[in-house]
């Protein structure tokens, strides 16, 4: 007979409560975050730009050191080399992964980039398939919320007609 009413998005059988859309794809948006801070870190270990000087070359590290950019310097460009991470090979399987990740994420919530089609023209027909196919899909929700909400609903209005005598 109370009047507060408390919804679930999924229902876990055998639970009294339920969990929440964004707790459904948890593992995804750890993963997406994990992979970010990995590329993040690894990019800007892999920016650090130095210069490797031989130490028995004619280059001297001073003088490529207090050479302004585009300066003239008597040395050998055997001498010099910069080094590299080489990574990018690495780096890229983690940033192909964070684009699946993200695009089941933008379809999970339901973001107009992951179902609607990208084009300079979209119809209406496509529009309206779209809404259908998403009405489909969360047909499961409409189900909860019927006995969840409209029993309950009801129960709580009679009772309260019932109280006032109407």
């Known amino acids: 007979k109370l009047p507060f009413i408390a919804l679930r998005f999924n229902r876990i059988d055998g639970m009294n409560y339920g969990r929440g859309h964004c707790e459904t794809f948890e593992g ?3 993963s997406l975050e994990g992979l970010t801070r990995a590329i993040l870190e690894g ?4 920016s650090k730009m130095l210069f490797l000087i031989s130490p028995n070359g004619s280059t001297r590290a001073s003088s490529v050191a207090k050479a302004p950019n585009g300066a ?8 010099v080399s910069v080094l ?7 780096f890229r399987v983690g940033y192909e992964m964070m684009g699946r990740i ?12 992951s179902v609607q089609r990208q084009a300079e023209r979209v119809t209406a027909t496509e529009v309206s398939l779209v809404a259908n196919e998403l009405q489909d ?6 189900g909860i919320l019927t006995t969840e909400f409209q029993l309950p609903y009801l129960t709580s209005k009679l ?3 019932r109280q ?3």
Do not use: P
């Open 164 to 166: 006032k005598k109407l």
């Open 72 to 79: 003239i310097i008597e040395g050998n460009a055997q001498d």
């Open 137 to 142: 899909a969360l047909g499961g929700v409409y």
């Open 102 to 113: 993200e695009q089941r994420l933008q379809f999970a919530f339901l973001l107009n980039a």
């Open 43 to 46: 990019s800007s270990a892999s």
């Open 159 to 161: 009772a309260m007609l």
């Open 84 to 90: 590299q991470a080489n990574k990018f090979a690495d």
């Open 28 to 30: 995804d948006l750890r």
